[in-house]
């Protein structure tokens, strides 16, 4: 009886191990992919796609995204319309926390580039909260007027 139960902990142990290790590389970040990401209700068809993983000094890992399909309301007519942000530095554990559901692969808009570059110019900050707390917080902005919060094209 003694050895039955270790046969089947040590099977069921290998179990976990092995889905544990079957998720960790389910969800390894790499450039190129869609994900679904921690949106609120109205953002469920805004993705996020990886354009750059970078190694920092002072952040670690940065990852460059941009939010597609994102859900706003036209500023004139309050209709519903749809935008990209084109680039928003995270660190990788905001990414990894916030990523839900691989979407495929895409590549980032191609305004992607520039705006990479006038960041990396700037000497611009790294987002260090969810992906879905930062878009609330730039749409929140821009609704508010801010026209630096928000720079789509």
Not at 2 to 31: E, G, K, V
Not at 34 to 50: G, H, K, L, N, Y
Not at 114 to 141: F, H, M, N, P, Q
Request: glycine share 6%; aromatic share 10%.
């Amino acid at each position: 009886m003694c050895r039955f139960l270790f046969f089947l902990t040590s099977a069921l142990l290998a179990c976990l191990a092995s889905a544990s290790a079957q998720d960790a590389d389910t969800f390894a970040i790499q450039i190129g992919q869609a994900w679904t990401f921690d949106a609120a209700e109205e953002q469920q068809s805004a993705r996020m796609i990886i354009g750059k993983i970078e190694e920092h000094e002072s952040f670690g890992s940065i990852v460059h995204v941009s939010l597609v399909n994102v859900s706003t309301k036209h500023p004139e007519t309050g209709d519903q319309t749809f935008l990209s942000i084109m680039h928003m530095p995270f660190t990788q554990e905001a990414v990894e926390y916030s990523a839900r559901k691989l979407d495929g692969d895409s590549d980032p808009p191609p305004q992607f580039t520039d705006a990479l570059a006038y960041w990396s110019r700037v000497k611009g900050g790294v987002w260090t909260i969810s992906v879905g707390t930062a878009l609330t917080e730039v749409l929140l902005a821009a609704e508010a007027g801010d026209p630096s919060a928000i720079n789509v094209r």
